[in-house]
C-alpha cells in the first residue's frame, strides 16, 4: 500500500492563496501522473489538476488560469499553488498517484488522506 502523505489547506479568505504539497514514497519508482482532486459536500469527486512524469498538465475548466500544478520527480512530490481563491473553491483536496505495478501490468490509484480547503467570502 503507497501511503500518500498531504501538507497545507486551511481557511482563507476568498482572493487569497494557498499551496498544498503531496510526497510519496521514495521507493516507489513507477509514477505514471500525480494530481489533485477534490470533493465538496454532496457532490462527486472531481479532477482539479494533474501533471504526467514529463510534465505535461490538465486542469479543470473551473480552476484554469488560477491554479499551478508542478511536480519535483526526484523526490516524488506534486504540488498545487491556489491563487485568486473563490468560495466555490471550498472541499476537501485529495492527492492522487498513479502507479505503474510491473508484478500486475496494469496501474494503480494511490490516494492521500485528504485535506480541508476552505474560502470564506
Known amino acids: 500500500q503507497v501511503q500518500l502523505v498531504e501538507f497545507g489547506g486551511g481557511l482563507v479568505q476568498a482572493g487569497g492563496s494557498l499551496r498544498l504539497s503531496c510526497a510519496a514514497p521514495l521507493g516507489i519508482f513507477n509514477i505514471n501522473s500525480m494530481g489533485w482532486y477534490r470533493q465538496a459536500p454532496g457532490l462527486q469527486r472531481e479532477l482539479v489538476a494533474a501533471?504526467?512524469?514529463?510534465?505535461?498538465?490538465d486542469y479543470a475548466d473551473s480552476v484554469k488560469g488560477r491554479f499551478t500544478i508542478s511536480r519535483d520527480n526526484a523526490k516524488n512530490t506534486v504540488y498545487l499553488q491556489m491563487n485568486s481563491l473563490k468560495p466555490d473553491d471550498t472541499a476537501v483536496y485529495y492527492c492522487n498517484a498513479r502507479v505503474w505495478v510491473v508484478s500486475s501490468a496494469r496501474l494503480y490509484d494511490y490516494w492521500g488522506q485528504g485535506t480541508q480547503v476552505t474560502v470564506s467570502s
Open positions: 501533471i504526467t512524469r514529463g510534465g505535461s498538465t
